[in-house]
């Protein structure tokens, strides 16, 4: 299975800053012939389902605002929110979805400073 | 409005039964694969088990592969888990996902879940 590791475990940002999220696969999500990174990112709130942010490493879902916003490449991707706000309080998955068993990264617990 | 609604979770005895059900409506449901994604309390998210939209390809984590079987019925616009020889670990929130438009497993819309709880 491909692992996904993403750093840091948790993180506390101020209102208004730049919060960045860190994820690295075991192998390269790059299909050559799609020309395509097979990477998602999701938001959890506390009591609800996960729910889709970012897909091909950097195609944002409709309706998310665009101060999310992800890049990377082959193994090393990130989630960068522009401007924290306080609904952005959440833990934050990146996924695989290279092979036919997808895999998650372990969660990253966004907090206000 | 896609709509995903998961039943059948509940307390179940070590080594027993449970089936899992996912109604969806809002879409045409044997267009789409579906998957499911369970998550143990306090922890991250695990994919379980996904089927292709007409039900014709499965696949399963290693974790679970050999106790559980994924099954659609497209009538009735309903997805299935039937889970067997239940263990402690499967303890879990079992959420039914919906695969995105590009027929890959990144999932566009997910139910609220049903807890499943194993123990004697």
């Known amino acids: 299975d491909i692992v996904m590791t993403q750093s840091p475990d948790s993180l506390a940002v101020s209102l208004g800053e730049r919060a960045t999220i860190n994820c690295k696969s075991s192998q390269s999500l790059f299909f050559r012939s799609t020309n395509k990174n097979y990477l998602a990112w999701y938001q959890q709130k506390p009591g609800q389902p996960p729910k889709l942010l970012i897909y091909w490493a950097s195609t944002r879902e409709s309706g998310v605002p665009d101060r999310f916003s992800g890049s990377g490449s082959g193994t090393d991707f990130t989630l960068t929110i522009s401007s924290l706000q306080a609904e952005d309080v959440a833990v934050y998955y990146c996924q695989q979805y290279y092979s036919d068993s997808c895999t998650f990264g372990q969660g990253t617990k966004l907090e206000i400073k | ?120």
């Open chain 2, 1 to 120: 409005e896609v709509q995903l609604l998961e039943s059948g979770g509940g307390l179940g005895q070590p080594g027993g039964s449970l089936r899992l059900s996912c109604a969806a409506s809002g879409f045409t449901f044997s267009n789409y694969g579906m998957s499911w994604v369970r998550q143990a309390p306090g922890k991250g998210l695990e994919w379980v088990s996904g089927i292709s939209g007409s039900g014709g390809t499965t696949h399963y984590a290693d974790s679970v592969k050999g106790r559980v079987t994924i099954s659609r019925d497209n009538s009735k616009n309903t997805l299935f888990l039937q889970m067997n020889s239940l263990r402690v670990e499967d303890t879990a929130v079992y959420y039914c996902a919906k695969v995105g438009t590009s027929g890959t497993n990144r999932f566009d819309y997910w139910g609220q879940g049903t807890l499943v709880t194993v123990s004697s």
